[in-house]
């Protein structure tokens, strides 16, 4: 009996807390959503394993499969589910909010076999204090407002900068800057022609980002953001850096009831920061110094509102790296090219409906490519 008044108690918490609670002058609120996935594959070269991160959402550099496991896939999943829970505070004039954020996507510690179960995982955790914000959340390079509206996990992923890190960030107006957690990403040795990556934490100078956000009359928003990182690699007999540094666009324009979101990244050693790291930031050249590559892309989505229910986004992106022509290496990554056509249907605010056309195209520095057709079917409702 005791339990079961304790679990009563608990869900009376949660739905008080889901629709907004306050305690004094801490304000609470839950949410989140639940979205469910149906995506059927056509892997050119084969499907990768049902564990494979690419057998969840679109990362670029992952299409390439085992031709024995066949080129047709289908996969369920629920992962991308999430919840949330913030606190909003205020003391004496200043605005104290703490988040922490969670889903269940990218472990391979469940499986389908029976429960499909897995293990939660932190997206974001912060505290912000008026203009000051300790923590882990999206990095300052990135403008995720500017993402377009896809099924797919992340849409458009190798034309955005995608990365959330912990940082310490200051904003005052449309300015932020920030230092955030620097992580070093290279191919080894040129002249082996190596695909292996070296993947260094040393050093301890941050990565550093400024960014200026603004809007026009007409409602558009902009952002301008650059990015200063120093490249480390200190493994067994390496001790080398070099500077790395990126300018990133984004913009979200209104056009009647419809919008245009799109984005376009450029550096010379931004690595990870771009399409979720489908190229490194340099690599190792003979005599063991880092050689920075060089990478640009971007996107551009255009949405339409059929009606006040039913849309659709037409989104293409693509991402280019120069590599070192040494580079022959079967691992090493070039270019990759995706698109995506979807219809969405919400019958009421809070659920959408939809399906979603994307196709993709990665080549590799030796000239190796692969494709992926997919079809996704998806039932969202927000909390």
């Known amino acids: 009996m005791r339990q079961a008044k304790m679990s009563l108690v608990a869900m009376a918490t949660m739905l008080a807390v889901s629709s907004g609670a306050q305690a004094g002058d801490t304000e609470f609120k839950f949410g989140g959503y639940v979205k469910a996935d149906v995506m059927f594959s056509d892997y050119s070269n084969g499907a990768p394993d049902s564990g494979n991160l690419s057998r969840q959402f679109y990362v670029p ?50 499986n389908e076999r029976v429960s499909n179960s897995y293990s939660p995982r932190i997206r974001q955790a912060f505290v912000s204090y008026d203009n000051w914000t300790v923590g882990q959340t999206w990095t300052t390079f990135q403008n995720p407002g500017a993402l377009p509206e896809n099924l797919d996990f992340v849409g458009a992923a190798e ?34 022609g190596s695909s292996s990556r070296i993947t260094s934490g040393s050093g301890m100078v941050p990565d550093f980002v400024a960014r200026y956000n603004f809007k026009t009359e007409g409602g558009a928003k902009f952002t301008v ?131 979603e056309y994307m196709y993709a195209e990665n080549t590799k520095q030796n000239g190796d490519n692969g494709e992926l057709n997919r079809v996704i079917f998806s039932v969202k409702y927000v909390l």
Do not use: C
């Open 159 to 192: 034309g955005t900068p995608f990365v959330r890190q912990t940082m310490v960030r200051y904003t005052n107006g449309g300015f932020q800057f920030a230092v955030e957690n620097p992580e070093t990403t290279v191919n080894s040795y040129v002249d082996s």
């Open 225 to 355: 953001a650059g990015l200063a990182r120093q490249l480390n690699v200190e493994i067994d007999n390496l001790d080398t850096q070099e500077m790395g540094y990126g300018v990133s666009f984004t913009g979200v324009i209104p056009v009647g009831d419809d919008d245009i979101k799109l984005s376009a990244t450029a550096g010379d050693g931004l690595g990870r920061y771009m399409a979720l790291n489908y190229a490194n930031a340099g690599v190792l050249d003979a005599n063991g110094e880092i050689e920075t590559i060089s990478s640009y892309g971007g996107f551009a989505s255009y949405r339409h509102w059929w009606t006040d229910k039913w849309r659709s986004s037409f989104t293409l992106s693509g991402f280019k790296a120069d590599n070192n022509e040494a580079l022959t290496g079967g691992g090493v990554n070039k270019e990759s090219y995706s698109g995506y056509v979807n219809l969405l249907y919400s019958p009421v605010k809070p659920m959408t409906v939809g399906v």
């Open 61 to 110: 550099g992952t299409i390439y499969g085992d031709p024995s496991n066949g080129n047709q896939v289908v996969d369920f999943q629920a992962r991308e589910s999430r919840f949330n829970f913030k606190t909003s505070t205020n003391l004496d004039g200043h605005k104290l909010t703490g988040f922490i954020e969670l889903d269940f996507m990218t472990h391979t510690d469940g």
